[in-house]
């Protein structure tokens, strides 16, 4: 149990288009769903959270209007990155957390995004 | 900003040993988790243990967590070079408990 996919998996898009990436909790409703990025050989850096039927809080850095995060139902978060550029390639992973445990949170296998 | 450091920052060990990594952080905590990671993929939650907790095991996995001083230990017994990945610790805090990762540790076992 406690399954959370991504899609795509990867995705090269050219400068200033716009790139969706899915969040999908498979068998567990998720309540909070949290969304990281992670350059090379670095650490995950929480971008924002989002609760379900309301508005994401960004963390400090973050532009809520360059990444748009929606997360319209219990299953469901997405991540839009907006006029990407390649200073926006890297690999991003979400997270969700159910009405089960306070503490745990289960991750996707993250996207690669590339910006040529 | 990045709560949790770990130490060392890369471990190489030869099958069959032990390794033992360690993880510091600055402020009051709810919950400490490890996890693994292998190269280009998602994480892999190993094991959570509660502030009030000193002490959890899960297979050949056992942590430690000294509230006091603010760190945590992860030890892994009789290491496979399946076990080599990168390893974080992850503080979790507030009333949304979101977590704050640490560097990382690249574990390598040698075959």
């Known amino acids: 149990g406690a399954v959370v996919s991504q899609h795509p998996s990867w995705v090269i898009c050219k400068s200033g288009t716009s790139v969706k990436i899915e969040c999908r909790s498979l068998?567990?409703?998720?309540?909070?769903m949290f969304w990281y990025r992670q350059f090379p050989k670095q650490s995950l850096m929480l971008m924002a959270t989002s609760n379900e039927g309301s508005k994401a809080t960004y963390e400090q850095g973050v532009e809520k209007d360059k990444f748009l995060i929606n997360h319209a139902s219990l299953t469901l978060s997405t991540l839009t990155v907006t006029s990407a550029h390649p200073e926006d390639s890297s690999f991003y992973i979400c997270s969700a957390r159910g009405w089960a445990g306070i503490y745990e949170q289960y991750f996707g296998p993250g996207t690669r995004l590339t910006v040529t | 900003s990045q709560q949790g450091e770990e130490d060392p920052q890369a471990l190489s060990i030869q099958e069959g040993e032990n390794a033992t990594m360690n993880c510091s952080y600055k402020t009051s905590i709810n919950n400490l988790q490890w996890y693994r990671q292998n190269s280009g993929r998602g994480l892999v939650h190993l094991i959570l243990i509660r502030s009030n907790e000193r002490e959890k095991h899960s297979g050949r996995l056992r942590v430690t967590l000294d509230t006091s001083k603010k760190s945590s230990s992860l030890l892994i017994t009789a290491s496979r070079a399946a076990d080599t990945a990168s390893y974080f610790c992850?503080?979790?805090?507030?009333?949304?408990?979101?977590?704050?990762f640490g560097k990382g540790i690249t574990l390598s076992v040698r075959p």
């Open positions: 068998d567990f409703q998720a309540t909070t």
């Open positions: 992850a503080t979790g805090e507030g009333a949304n408990s979101k977590l704050t």
